[in-house]
């Protein structure tokens, strides 16, 4: 229950550090903003075709009488809306951390900075991140679709699929979008995706804590926009606690396989931590 508290304590903590620093929340906000207006553009569209959409992929129904027809297309175009509305939540955290690449990066190095201590650099080209942002975006929708297929399915079990499986939904929604924020702060200090999801894995309340509530939040329209300044300063700051070095400084020593770059540096401390927990690999939303 710590663990649960402390995670969304980093919450909290991301939130009051960008109101503190009112620059860097208006800046952080630019993302946000551009990909809102990209997707209430392209659910504008979809609205005005669905109807178009429908009756274009369902010619058989052309001669069906009324008021078949018009229920028949109108249910089908209601789903068709539905279906982009829900693509668009699932996706609007993975766009807008890929098109505020540049910009949440370095909000995340202020805060790096401002708190302390090293600020670790990727030392990889802007196109470089892109790619290895958009790749990791894309696996973690695949595992998000899949664990929604799943969780689709057992939905329909009586009793159980209208109260804990509701409940497991929301755990593996805040597990993955807690995996996309701290993967700014994990991708400069040249943490994989694998070795993230194992880091976060072993700190799973931690995890919960920070992401169940933001994904709770996201529910209510534009909220999303004005909290992802304060949910990668958070992010951050929670990745400061996760990647910190051991108490034993020859444990440190050897994490820094011996001294070849910061990059490396952080890559080794975490795999450090990885080893001394003793987490299964398997057991990592693989």
């Given amino acids: 229950m710590h663990d649960l508290a402390a995670g969304f304590g980093y919450l909290m ?93 370095s909000l995340s190095e202020e805060v790096d900075r401002a708190e302390g201590g090293e600020v670790p650099e990727s030392g990889l080209s802007l196109w470089r991140e892109l790619w290895i942002s958009a790749r990791d975006s894309l696996r973690i929708l695949v595992r998000v679709a899949l664990y929604g297929v799943l969780l689709f399915a057992l939905g329909f079990i009586p009793v159980v699929g209208q109260t804990v499986i509701p409940v497991l939904g929301f755990c593996v929604s805040g597990f993955f979008l807690a995996e996309e924020l701290t993967a700014v702060a994990l991708q400069r200090r040249g943490v994989e995706l694998k070795e993230r999801l194992r880091l976060l894995r072993g700190r799973r309340m931690l995890t919960l804590g920070f992401g169940v509530p933001l994904t709770l939040a996201f529910l209510v329209p534009f909220v999303a926009v004005f909290l992802m300044p304060g949910a990668v300063a958070g992010a951050t700051l929670m990745v400061r606690e996760l990647t910190a070095p051991p108490e034993d400084p020859s444990a440190d020593d050897d994490a820094a396989t011996g001294g070849q770059g910061t990059r490396r540096s952080h890559k080794g401390l975490v795999l450090l931590r990885l080893k001394r927990n003793n987490i299964p690999f398997f057991e990592c939303f693989r």
């Fill in 13 to 105: 903590k991301g939130q009051r550090w960008v109101a503190g620093h009112g620059r860097w929340f208006g800046f952080g906000l630019l993302p946000g903003l551009v990909t809102l207006v990209l997707y209430v553009g392209a659910l504008v569209g979809l609205g005005y075709g669905a109807d178009n959409l429908t009756a274009w992929a369902t010619p058989f129904a052309d001669d069906w009488s009324s008021p078949w027809l018009g229920l028949f297309r109108g249910s089908l175009t209601v789903l068709v809306f539905a279906l982009g509305l829900f693509l668009a939540v699932i996706t609007f955290t993975a766009v807008t951390l890929l098109v505020g690449q540049p910009f949440y990066e």
